[in-house]
């Protein structure tokens, strides 16, 4: 199950909201990257919600559920961001899945941008048209 984050007003926290209705796309809105994808959905028709997750912080089940889905917490990391290289060597090497919450939450660009959810709750990391097209069932460019 996909989830939508919903804010209910301006001094609260976003809410996990079950979707099963579309596509979530998670990311943030000054990555080129994730513009990229934004346009392509848009050129494709596919209608879908983005998420800035440093705008509105992924849940920290959410988290868990895609480092499971896409077979660790390794592949969840953007370990080539300048982010991750300036982060001390001891917070490089969280030894639980709370750690790693942790490390995500409080650097949230270290995920991997950007996340794609569908509505069956599959999730895939980064963009390339072709695996869009693949996941979306549409044309690829």
């Known amino acids: 199950m996909a989830l939508r984050l919903v804010k209910s007003d301006s001094n609260s926290a976003p809410k996990a909201a079950p979707s099963t209705d579309g596509v979530v796309l998670y990311g943030l809105s000054s990555c080129d990257t994730c513009r990229k994808a934004r346009r392509w959905l848009d050129r494709k028709g596919i209608d879908f919600h983005f998420v ?18 896409l077979g660790g917490w390794d592949q969840l990391i953007n ?16 030894g639980s899945g709370a750690e790693w ?41």
Do not use: C, M, N
């Open 52 to 69: 800035d997750y440093r705008a509105e912080p992924v849940p920290s089940d959410t988290l868990r559920r895609w480092a499971d889905e």
């Open 79 to 94: 370990r080539a961001s300048t982010t991750w290289r300036q982060l001390p060597e001891a917070r490089k090497s969280p």
């Open 101 to 141: 919450v942790v490390l995500l939450r409080d650097h949230p660009a270290l995920i991997k941008r950007p996340v794609l959810v569908t509505p069956d709750g599959a999730v895939s990391v980064g963009f390339k048209d072709t695996l869009f097209a693949a996941r979306l069932g549409t044309a690829a460019p």
